[in-house]
């Protein structure tokens, strides 16, 4: 069965930095692409950024391009999200998601992670 695990969240002030790990169970990593998504209260689910296994390619939304970065440790079967700059409005609960090669989620979440910024 494959399983994604989310850790690494927290509270932090604004401008403080974050590094969220997605570690993936039951297959190798390179079986998938891998994708970070948040939603914050009220609000609807976003994409964050996503990270093709096969050819190493990430993408970001705009809201987090040029503070957030995507990587991969294949050792360890981990994605990780390294937040920068962070802002109150990144505030949300981050997951990590499976991802078709066309980067749409497939249905392979893990359980999310908590992410506060205060002003």
């Known amino acids: 069965q494959v399983q994604l695990a989310e850790s690494g969240g927290g509270l932090v002030q604004a401008g403080d930095s974050l590094r969220l790990s997605c570690a993936m169970s039951?297959?190798?990593?390179?079986?998938?692409?891998i994708g970070w998504f948040r939603r914050a209260p009220g609000k609807e689910r976003e994409f964050v950024a996503a990270l093709s296994l096969r050819d190493g390619r990430a993408k970001f939304a705009d809201s987090v391009q040029g503070r957030f970065s995507i990587s991969r440790d294949t050792a360890k079967n981990t994605v990780y999200l390294q937040m920068n700059m962070l802002k109150p409005e990144d505030t949300a609960v981050y997951s990590c998601?499976?991802?078709?090669?066309?980067?749409?989620?497939?249905?392979?979440w893990g359980q999310g992670t908590q992410v506060t910024v205060s002003s």
């Open positions: 039951g297959r190798p990593l390179s079986s998938y692409a």
């Open positions: 998601a499976g991802l078709s090669t066309h980067l749409i989620p497939i249905g392979l």
